[in-house]
């Protein structure tokens, strides 16, 4: 059960977009179309931002954005704003009907 | 309105036991996948156990054996038995609801420490 590979951290200035990778393997990422993405500020529980890979639960603005490429699955927030700083997680089925989750991306908003 | 309360956190020494709840109110819990996440202060998110719909149950390798999650349907309630607590099970522990993980609890905090 090894953590699905994200970057440590990603920066963007306001208006600008950014991708966050999720790098996974055939057993995880790349068996089902079963990746959601997660928000979370300090101190917050996580928030579901993407669900199925490029789904977005009702409430959840239009600038994010989900997709997937065999065994990496990405998120694309565009139009950056300063409220988008905060850690986000990838996360996976697998095979074993275990769940896998990435390392967790920091995103600062310069 | 869909609401998830942990309780039952707190310090305990190496080897000692804890049990965590999660309190379901807006939904009923037994109709939905079920999950516990920990989360180290600190570091990242951490699955942990879930209990399906169909009563099944499934554990990380890192507390498989140690750890037992239930559900108690006339209390609407998810539950994690936590027995031969490490140090590295310090954490915020979450129960989250539905394969998203549509909703989350607020988080209780467990600290293994002597």
């Known amino acids: 059960q090894s953590a699905l590979t994200q970057p440590a951290s990603v920066s963007g200035s306001p208006g600008q977009s950014i991708t966050i990778s999720c790098t996974g393997t055939?057993?995880?990422?790349?068996?089902?179309?079963?990746v959601s993405w997660y928000q979370q500020h300090p101190g917050k529980a996580p928030k579901l931002i993407i669900y199925?890979?490029?789904s977005r639960p009702s409430g959840v603005s239009s600038r994010f954005s989900g997709s997937k490429s065999g065994d990496t699955a990405a998120l694309t927030i565009s139009g950056l704003q300063a409220e988008d700083e905060a850690d986000y997680y990838c996360?996976?089925?697998?095979?074993?009907?275990?769940?896998?989750f990435g390392g967790g991306t920091k995103l600062t908003v310069l | 309105e869909v609401q998830l309360v942990e309780s039952g956190g707190g310090l305990v020494h190496p080897g000692g036991s804890l049990r965590l709840s999660c309190a379901a109110s807006?939904?009923?819990?037994?109709?939905?996948?079920m999950h516990w996440v920990r989360q180290g202060i600190g570091k990242g998110l951490e699955w942990v156990s879930v209990?399906?719909?169909?009563?099944?149950?499934y554990y990380s390798d890192s507390v498989r054996g140690r750890f037992t999650i239930s559900r108690e349907n006339a209390k609407n309630s998810l539950f994690l038995q936590m027995n031969s607590l490490r140090v590295g099970d310090t954490a915020v522990y979450y129960c989250?609801?539905?394969?998203?993980?549509?909703?989350w609890g607020q988080g209780v905090l467990v600290t293994v420490s002597s």
């Open positions: 055939s057993s995880d990422v790349g068996a089902y179309n079963y």
């Open positions: 807006g939904f009923t819990c037994s109709s939905y996948d």
């Open positions: 209990v399906s719909i169909g009563a099944d149950t």
């Open positions: 996360k996976s089925y697998t095979r074993s009907s275990t769940v896998v």
């Open positions: 989250a609801r539905a394969r998203n993980f549509d909703y």
């Open positions: 199925d890979v490029n």
